[in-house]
């Protein structure tokens, strides 16, 4: 038995990371500001005695004495929500991340960061290697995300390099499933949202732009695969869905799996949103035999059953 620390952990990944980890035996200590999180999330969990949730923004220090290892998840992944407040969330991503890493350096733990697939911006090469350094502009309304996250990596590799420390870096691609906040602006919510509730579904620019949509389960199983491979194996890993689709291809989806007759709406293309979102896998393919197995559809039922019961 592991004492695991997971920083957001009672947002929608770190609830399934934390699910997963106590069916796996471990003690799980979950750490969440409440901002994006919600104790719904890990309500199921909170008799267990493995399971201990603490109210905490990783902007302040954390008082843990033992843990064997940490997960750091904590930050808005959402634009609505990492926009609301850009500097905390800049606080969220660097001071969060020299925080998580002190705590490492005192108790011994490896730490595994989620770092993301907006640190290559809009990108100019696809699909995105993990060796391609993007295209971000350091000072647009996404930057506060992008950039926060690409100085995690830096600390990161640098507390490895000067204290030794056995870190591990995903980099996620979007990612959908149960426990999305409804409101939280993502294009997959968004759009099961407004065909359960009869409304227009809001495509932003003409809808051509692609992304690449991974469920939720499938990226906790690479995180846990990650985490236990061998010290060699830092990263960072792309860890993401290779399927591309098109914004309108997605809505048909969503469409005709929830039946609705909602219509498309075109709206302006939000700045710096980028046109082509795609991972290449093949890293984490060969040091981790990890790759997506929940097809889009499939996830998309499960997400739609889930947000039935949530919009009703």
Not at 23 to 40: A, Y
């Amino acid at each position: 038995m592991k004492r695991i620390l997971v920083t957001g952990g009672a947002g929608f990944l770190g609830s399934h990371l934390c699910d997963r980890l106590i069916e796996q035996g471990h003690r799980v200590m979950c750490l969440d500001s409440l901002f994006t999180g919600n104790r719904k999330n890990v309500e199921s969990l909170s008799k267990n005695p493995n399971f201990t949730f603490i109210k905490h923004d990783v902007v302040d220090p954390i008082n843990v004495q033992q843990v064997d290892e940490i997960y750091n998840l904590a930050c808005p992944a959402s634009p609505v929500h990492y926009q609301f407040n850009p500097i905390h969330t800049m606080k969220t991503s660097v001071i969060g991340a020299l925080n998580v890493l002190e705590l490492a350096k005192k108790t011994g733990a490896k730490i595994f960061q989620a770092s993301t697939s907006e640190v290559y911006g809009d990108p100019s090469v696809h699909p995105q290697p993990e060796d391609y350094w993007g295209n971000v502009n350091t000072i647009g309304i996404r930057s506060c995300y992008d950039e926060g996250k690409r100085a995690a990596e830096t600390l990161f590799f640098d507390y490895q390099r000067t204290y030794k420390l056995k870190i591990k870096i995903v980099r996620i691609f979007n990612t959908y499933g149960p426990r999305m906040a409804a409101d939280d602006g993502r294009v997959v919510s968004n759009f099961i949202v407004q065909a359960l509730k009869g409304q227009d579904l809001t495509v932003y620019g003409d809808g051509s732009q692609t992304r690449s949509f991974c469920y939720a389960d499938d990226l906790v199983e690479g995180f846990l695969r990650l985490m236990s491979s061998g010290d060699d194996v830092v990263g960072p890993i792309n860890m993401g869905n290779p399927g591309e689709f098109t914004m309108i291809e997605l809505a048909e989806k969503v469409l005709r799996l929830t039946g609705s007759k909602s219509k498309l709406i075109n709206m302006p293309l939000p700045q710096d949103d980028p046109k082509q979102r795609r991972p290449d896998i093949t890293k984490a393919k060969q040091l981790l035999g990890w790759e997506p197995t929940i097809a889009l559809e499939q996830g998309l039922q499960r997400t739609i059953d889930y947000f039935k019961g949530v919009v009703a």
